[in-house]
C-alpha cells in the first residue's frame, strides 16, 4: 500500500507565523500568554503549551496587568487593544496581514456606508474569532449572515456594502450573492468584496484532485477548524472512502481493507509532524 501527504496541505503563512513568533519569544522567556487557541488544532496547541505557551480567553485577558500577550492569526476587535492600552498589556501581534487589510476596509466601508445609511454584511459563522475582530470595526453594527436562515436580517431597501471571512467558501459566498441580487431592488447598491483568502480557497481544488488520485483519504484536522470541515467536505463528496481524523488514535484498520494507495491531507491549521505521524501509523496498521 503506498501512502502519501498531499504536499499543498497544511499550515497557511498566517498561522506559520504566529507560530513562530511564539517559538521565538519563547527561546528568551518561560512562558507566553495567548489570546485565544493560536490554531484550531489541539495537538499543536499540546505542543507549543510543551514549550511555555499558555492559552488564555477573553475574560481572562481583562483582568491581566503588566504581561505579554500573543495575538493570533485570526486578529482582535479594537477593544482588546483598548484593553491592552489600559491595562499595560504588552500586546505581540501576529494577527495575519491578509485579515489586517480586511478589518481596514471593512473600517472604512461602515464609516463610508453609514454616511448614506446603509449596512455592512459580513459573510461569516457566528462567534468564529476573525468574525469578531471583523464586527468590531462596525461597533458590532455589521450584520453577520451565516446561511441563508440569516437572510432575512439584511434590509434590502438599503444600500449593502458585503465582505466575507476569509475561510468561507467561494462557492457559499457566491450563493449569497446570487440570492441577494436576485431580491435588492434595482436602485439599491450592492457592493461585493469578495475577502476570501486564496490560501484556503485555492486548495479546494487541490485537494479535489488529491482525493481522486487515492483510494482512501485520511484527512487530519482539529474538530474546532471551520476550514478543516469545508477541506472534509470537499475531500468526502470527490471520494467516499475520506476519513475525518484528529489525532492518530481514530484510525481504524478496517479502513484501509482492499486500498492500494491512501492520501493524506489536512486543513490549513493542521501541522505537517501530525501528518507525518499518521503516515507512520498507518504504515504500522499496514505491517501488523
Ligand atoms: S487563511 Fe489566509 S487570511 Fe487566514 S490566517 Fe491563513 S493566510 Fe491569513
Redesign the pocket.
Known amino acids: 500500500m503506498q501512502i502519501s501527504i498531499d504536499v499543498n496541505s497544511g499550515?497557511?503563512?498566517?498561522?506559520v507565523n504566529?507560530i513562530q513568533a511564539a517559538e521565538e519569544y519563547l527561546k528568551t522567556h518561560d512562558k507566553l500568554l495567548c489570546l485565544g487557541d493560536i490554531v484550531h488544532n489541539n495537538m499543536e496547541v499540546k505542543r507549543l503549551n510543551k514549550l511555555g505557551l499558555v492559552i488564555i480567553d477573553h475574560k481572562q485577558f481583562q483582568e491581566l496587568s503588566d504581561v505579554t500577550v500573543l495575538i493570533r492569526?485570526?486578529g482582535e476587535p479594537p477593544q482588546t487593544y483598548k484593553t491592552a492600552l489600559a491595562n499595560n498589556i504588552n500586546l505581540l501581534d501576529a494577527s495575519?496581514?491578509?485579515?489586517l487589510r480586511?478589518q481596514n476596509n471593512i473600517r472604512k466601508g461602515h464609516l463610508d456606508i453609514n454616511k448614506e445609511g446603509g449596512q455592512v454584511v459580513i459573510y461569516g459563522k457566528h462567534g468564529h474569532a476573525?468574525v469578531v475582530g471583523l464586527a468590531g470595526q462596525t461597533a458590532e453594527e455589521a450584520i453577520i449572515i451565516s446561511d441563508e436562515n440569516d437572510l432575512s436580517k439584511i434590509d434590502l431597501s438599503k444600500s449593502i456594502d458585503l465582505y466575507s471571512q476569509?475561510?468561507k467558501s467561494i462557492e457559499g459566498f457566491n450563493t449569497l450573492v446570487k440570492n441577494i441580487e436576485k431580491n435588492i431592488p434595482e436602485d439599491t447598491t450592492f457592493k461585493i468584496n469578495d475577502t476570501i483568502?486564496?490560501?484556503?480557497s485555492h486548495r479546494a481544488p487541490q485537494m479535489k484532485e488529491f482525493s481522486t488520485l487515492h483510494d482512501v483519504i485520511i484527512f487530519v484536522s482539529g474538530k474546532k477548524s471551520s476550514?478543516g470541515k469545508y477541506l472534509y467536505s470537499i475531500c468526502k463528496e470527490t471520494n467516499n472512502r475520506t476519513h475525518f481524523i484528529s489525532s492518530t488514535d481514530e484510525l481504524d484498520k478496517t479502513w484501509f481493507k482492499q486500498a492500494d494507495s491512501v492520501g493524506i491531507c489536512g486543513a490549513?491549521s493542521t501541522p505537517r509532524w501530525l501528518m507525518d505521524e499518521t503516515k507512520i501509523a498507518i504504515d504500522n496498521i499496514k505491517t501488523e
Open positions: 499550515f497557511c503563512f498566517g498561522v504566529a492569526a485570526h495575519c496581514p491578509v485579515v480586511l476573525e476569509t475561510t483568502c486564496r490560501q484556503v476550514n490549513t
